[in-house]
Every structure is written in structure tokens, then in C-alpha cells.
């Protein structure tokens, strides 16, 4: 089971957003805890928290992998699971019936700069750093 530190956690609800069994809960800039009943132990809220304030806690003792779960905790995760996924879709489906929130979920491949952009942006970045060098010299 998944356990958050209340004292690292910072509120930035990407573990909330990896969590395929909604069974962490909590809000922006807020701290965040972790239903225990609901957490599969599946670790993927542990690599996306940006402050390393979750760890893992053996509760099933010296049972593992499918030992370590009865049916009805498999079925309900499997529940929780689908539900999470239908309301993901949901969601998606809901931004997609306006053509300007559309444009917010599509991928879009990055757009080669010119020579002539590329060119400009280093004397812009060049100028600046000339000019916070004056400005040093001068105090």
C-alpha cells in the first residue's frame, strides 16, 4: 500500500492523476493522502511525485502477487479501475464537443524554427546577457 509524508507532500495532484483506482485523494496545493482500502500497491504514483514523498508499505506480510489479494479485493479494484477509465474517457469526449478545447489534447509535433529565428534568438539572448553585464559593472 501506497502511504503519502504530509510534512514532503507540496499538493501538485499528479499522483492523483496517476492513480489508475482513484484511491488518492486530495486537492491543488493541498496535501494528499491515499485510501488504504482502495490502493493496489501498482507504484505508479511513486515515480511522477516530484518530492519523493511516497513509499510503499508491506501489508500483506509474506504474500505476494496473486496470493496476497482475495477475489473481492480483485474485483473491486478491477471495478474502481473501470470506472476510472470510463470517467477519463468521459472527460475527453466532453473537451472534444468544442473545436477550441479540442485543440487543448492534441499532440502537436513541434515546429522547426527557421535559420533566420534561430539567428535572432541568439542575438536577443546575447544582447541581454551584455546588458545585465553593464548593469553589474555600473553597481
Known amino acids: 500500500m501506497a502511504s503519502i509524508d504530509e510534512a514532503w507532500c507540496i499538493g501538485c495532484t499528479l499522483c492523483i492523476k496517476a492513480c489508475p483506482v482513484d484511491a488518492i485523494i486530495g486537492s491543488n496545493k493541498m496535501m494528499h493522502t ?8 501498482c507504484e505508479l504514483c511513486i515515480p511522477v ?5 511516497i513509499r510503499l508499505e508491506n501489508v500483506t506480510g ?7 489479494w482475495s477475489t473481492e479485493q480483485a ?4 471495478r474502481r479501475y473501470d470506472f476510472h477509465s470510463y470517467k477519463r474517457q468521459y472527460n475527453l469526449d466532453e473537451a472534444a464537443k468544442t473545436p477550441e ?6 499532440l502537436k509535433p513541434p515546429q522547426p524554427a527557421s535559420e533566420a529565428a534561430l539567428a535572432e534568438r541568439k542575438r536577443t539572448v546575447i544582447e541581454a546577457a551584455l546588458a545585465r553585464a553593464r548593469a553589474q559593472r555600473q553597481v
Open 34 to 41: 491515499v485510501i488504504e482500502r482502495d490502493c493496489t500497491g
Open 49 to 53: 511525485c516530484p518530492v519523493d514523498c
Open 62 to 68: 509474506g504474500r505476494t502477487g496473486w496470493s496476497a
Open 75 to 78: 474485483d473491486a479494484a478491477r
Open 101 to 106: 478545447n479540442l485543440e487543448n489534447f492534441r
